[in-house]
């Protein structure tokens, strides 16, 4: 073979030669990108095992800070990059100032600050639900980061919610030791993503459990020992199972240790009162049929020492969704103490009752002994004083005049006192009702000046008074009890005062909507009161210093304890300041309703006919059981012209009206046999005229209580025993005058 | 642990116990971590130990073997026979005279040291001239153990440790002059040359200018089927491995006739950086890799190991291995699996030794009774009591 022959042959195995060690290297490299893929794929391998093993980890994290820390080193352990964070949001779904945790982060690196900004502008947490990006370095350097490679990954609560945020990466300082991982490439990082989210939701579900577990057992803990230490039996009976539950507290109520009553249901059965026993099945069954929305029941058990307990049972059922009950559960209480107490206390309420009854009655008859008293006193004294008038009528030496004037003083007196007594025993007694009727405040106190002012004028002293200048205050309350306050206060203001002056002040005080105030000042000159006197000076029988002449000013001494109370019980109350020798000063106010405008004051005695004729038409039946009563309105009546027929019970009334033509009628009010109030009735009940004739009760009874019934019974106007001429006079003018 | 300081702290527990008496601790911690936390925390830890350390591509110890970015393993040494030296701004051109001076150092601290563990900055550095520096103090006898410090094959940068301070242009040694112990070195690739060798038509010092001709690099990338302008050191490191020849006489111990070379770093002109100094005229060879050749050396290795000890245990073992038969090379089960025959055989009843492995640029390891230099090898160095 020449060089011509062989050089094709040799050109052609070079070439083959040539590639053959290229398809060597190229098989080299080939294999090379195998094993990198192989170990891409190992690598991608090993990160879910780590991931794995995390989670592992992560689970015992005590705390949310030790937490955050292991998901910010596990994010370099998993990716073997520089960076890792663990970034949370806030509630409104914005990253915090700062990652929760942060590993392999210098200070050198991008501030938290600016990462957020970036972040904030590149994702759309609540668009993008997945939110996994892989962001390369073009992008990070237009941002001014110092990364050249990051992951960003959302983390999500199962509702969607986004928790927080991981990233890792690469500083672009030590870029080129780390191969920028691709989405595709790095597969296992929403993989530990949804891990960590879960992992991190899971936790504050467990803190939840954790926490409401705790509070269970700091729950059943205080219910454990308020059921202790109020010694409260508690019971729970399955109706499903029949089991029934039984706390030691409800053993050692009845006195058993925990072993010694077996847990059934027939073990409360055995121990029910045999009295109690149809009752108390009867409230398990109402219960249970739905029919109480509680089960209650008072009922008594035996007790091991063999007496028995009372016990309050309280229950409930815990009901099915058909309604049928299905547990019942509930509580006993030992109230054997207390039923002891409650006996004790009923016992002492019996006693308490029957000592206020013996009381009352006590009170009542002396009441009624003071009120019968009164009309007993004031019938004779009626016929006293009736025929001292009349005998003041007759002629008379200046002497035997002065005689009778004395006479009839002392009987006025005499009645006053026994009106006192009256009150005070009606205060007492609590039997004082305060009207509450219209008047006119400044006709009641000009009133009661007008009545006061003969006696000021007796012993030459100045009342005077002093009003706030307005035409008429009508207001709501009772006139009688105030002028009777108004007449004991300046009476005895007068009574203790030889010269100078007794001066009554009303001003008008700040009134609210509906009520007006009222302040009362009486002042006088008198010899005034000691402070030891003013200690006691509204004490029944108290008539001041005691070392004053008692005689010179007589009295009961109970006419500032009758004051104090009457104002007490108008919502007022009295006070007194005085010195020895220097006089003293009555103070109290009172604060009256405002009567409506169109309320009208009832007439007051003002307004009666001033002047009583000298002659007068008519005929008068006087109805009166004492013979000496009807004498005296005789004489009163018949030397004016009137005729006067008498009669001596409400029957004889009444038949002598039904033959006679009377022109008015005075009618006593207690008489044997028929008395004035049925007499009225019947009379009230006869035809024409007769039944509209004017009756006008004539009483020794001058409590309220009577004199209501007599208006009751159809009577027209009262008089009270012993009667005064002019008023008797007066009032039977104004009848004929109107009839 | 991506903790730096966390990891000392789990390391040290571990190592030590609750005891933390010790001289010297050595670590070996891949790139992810911060190296001065490192540092500090040994010595917060330990107050006043001696620390070396270097940065790796991954670490191998007792509980096996583990290539993440954070990884850590350090061995804590006690004694009073220890020497630790170190020197910066090592480079191709200084090897000699900064290994030299190294030497110097140790020497000074311990005239009888009888083997010295070596650490050097793996991306350009001519570690021919340095074990010729180290050998200038010591002579050859000493026996010359230890690797070069790498990144995760990026040839970037790495980093080396000598107590409180963190180089990148660094080397440390600790002499070891306890005449009690000896060390037992020996490298394994199972690479396979093929093709027709490229020729280093022009080089300096540790730099290959030429092959064939035409710019080293692009005549390199365009063997390997890569593109000469995008591709990096980390795309060919695991593939390029460059085949020098061995005599006859090595080969044979070798179990190859080969002995490989890595080129760590290539510069913006086309020249490559070699990891030993080269001269114009050298053939060079790719290779490509024989996983039934690395199994099957690995065990030939181990059993002339244990054969040459006689059945002794050692106590303590270190170990360098080229990052390229991490898992650049071989899956985590086959990685697993290659330790695991290298761990077994010197285990005693099942209980590895101490074991302080770090995947690096480059090995140094007895060939021939003469230390030398070795790229993607595994080369183990068994510490046995004598």
Known sequence: ?739 | MVNSRRAIQECLEAALGTDKKCDLVMLHASIGHDYQALADEVRRQIPGVRVVGASCCGIVGCEGVSESMKDVALMAVRGPELAVAHVDGIYGHNAFEKAAELARQLKAQQPGITMIQFLASGIDIANDWAIAGIESVFGPEVTIFGATSSDNMRGVVSYQIVDDQVFEHGAWAVGFADSSLEVDTQATHGFLAVGEPMVVTRAEGTRILELNGRPAWQEYTSRLGLDPENATCGDSIPVGALAEELPTRLAEEYGNPHILRVVTKRDADGAMHYATTIREGTRLWLTVRDEERIFADMDRMMAAMVERVGGRKPVAVFHADCLARGRYLLNRVMKEELVGRMQFPLSSSGVVPPWLGMYGFGEFARLGGVNTYHNYTTAIYAIYRR
């Open chain 1, 1 to 739: 073979m020449n060089d011509k022959e062989e050089s094709p042959s040799i050109s052609v195995l070079k070439q083959s030669y040539d590639e053959l060690q290229r398809r060597v290297t190229r098989f080299s490299v080939v294999e090379q990108e195998l094993i990198d893929m192989r170990n891409r794929l190992d690598c991608e391998l090993g990160r879910f095992g780590r991931i794995h093993a995390f989670s592992t980890q992560a689970l015992h994290a005590d705390s949310d800070e030790a937490f955050a820390i292991m998901v910010a080193d596990a994010l370099l352990d998993v990716f073997e990059l520089e960076v890792g964070l663990f970034w949370l949001f806030d509630e409104q779904g914005r990253l915090l100032s700062e990652p929760a945790a942060s590993s392999g982060f210098r200070s050198g690196h991008a501030s938290f600050a600016r990462i957020r900004s970036w972040l904030e502008s590149r994702i759309r947490v609540q668009e993008d639900k997945s939110c996994f990006f892989a962001a390369q370095r073009p992008e990070l350097q237009q941002a001014a980061l110092d990364f050249s490679h990051m992951l960003v990954g959302c983390c999500r609560h199962p509702c969607g919610k986004p928790l927080g945020l991981l990233i890792t990466g690469i500083t672009t300082a030590v870029a080129d030791f780390h191969d920028a991982l691709s989405e595709n490439e790095a597969q296992s990082f929403p993989v530990f993503t949804a891990q960590v989210a879960a992992l991190y939701a899971n936790r504050a579900s467990a803190a939840i459990i954790r926490r409401q577990m705790t509070d269970l057992h700091e729950s059943e803990e205080r219910l454990s020992l308020a059921i202790k230490g109020s010694e409260i039996g508690f019971w729970d009976w399955c109706l499903e199972s029949g089991s029934l539950v039984l706390s030691h507290e409800w053993k050692a109520m009845l006195g058993y240790h925990d072993d010694e009553i077996v847990s059934k249901p027939d073990a409360w059965l055995s121990l029910v009162h045999p009295e109690d026993l149809e009752r108390s099945l009867h409230l398990v069954s109402e219960h249970m049929s739905g029919m109480s929305e509680n089960y209650e029941n008072l009922h008594r058990l035996r007790h091991k020492e063999g007496h028995y307990v009372w016990v309050m049972a309280r229950g409930r059922a815990l009901r099915g969704e058909k309604g049928h009950a299905r547990r019942f559960v509930g509580t006993h209480l030992d109230i054997s103490r207390q039923k002891a107490l409650e006996e004790r206390l009923r016992e002492a309420e019996e006693l308490q009752r029957q000592a206020r009854q013996q009381a009352e009655s006590a009170s009542q008859a002396k009441s009624v002994f003071v009120a019968s008293m009164s009309h007993e006193i004031r019938t004779p004294m009626n016929g006293v004083i009736g025929m001292l008038q009349l005998l003041q009528d007759t002629s008379l030496t200046p002497v035997q005049s002065s005689l009778v004037a004395i006479a009839e003083q002392s009987a006025t007196a005499l009645l006053d006192i026994i009106g006192d007594i009256l009150d005070i025993s009606k205060v007492e007694a609590g039997r004082v009702e305060i009207k509450n009727e219209p008047f006119d405040l400044q006709a009641l106190v000009k009133n009661v000046i007008q009545l006061m002012r003969h006696r000021a004028e007796a012993k030459d002293i100045l009342l005077e008074c002093q009003m706030p200048k307005q035409r008429e205050c009508i207001v709501l309350g009772d006139e009688g009890r105030l002028r009777q306050v108004l007449i004991n206060i300046i009476g005895n203001a007068i009574k203790f005062t030889d010269r100078g002056s007794v001066r009554l002040a009303v001003k008008t005080g700040r009134g609210t909507i509906n009520r007006h105030s009222f302040s009362f000042c009486i002042t006088d000159t008198g010899v005034g009161i000691s402070p030891q006197a003013l200690e006691h000076l509204f004490e029944p029988f108290n008539q001041g210093d005691s070392n004053l002449n008692t005689c010179k000013y007589a009295g009961t001494g109970l006419g500032l304890a009758i004051s104090q109370a009457l104002l007490r019980l108008m919502g007022g109350d009295i006070t007194v300041a005085s010195q020895k020798g220097a006089g003293s000063e009555f103070r109290f106010t009172l604060a009256l309703p405002r009567a409506s405008p169109s309320a009208s004051a009832p007439l007051l005695e003002k307004d009666l006919p001033a002047a009583i004729p000298e002659r007068l038409t008519g005929r008068i039946l006087v109805v009166d059981d004492s013979q000496t009563s009807r004498m005296v309105a005789k004489l009163m009546m018949e030397p004016t012209g009137l005729k006067v027929d008498l009669a001596c019970d409400g029957e004889e009334a009444v038949s002598m009206v039904k033959k006679g033509r009377y022109d008015a009628i005075l009618m006593d009010c207690q008489m044997p046999g028929m008395d004035g109030y049925e007499a009225t009735r019947h009379i009230r009940k006869l035809p024409g005229k007769r039944g509209r004739l004017p009756v006008i009760a004539l009483t020794a009874n001058v409590e309220t209580g009577f004199i209501s019934e007599c208006y009751a019974s159809g009577m027209s106007d009262h008089l009270c025993k012993p009667v005064q001429k002019a008023s008797l006079l007066a009032k039977i003018s104004h009848y004929l005058a109107e009839s």
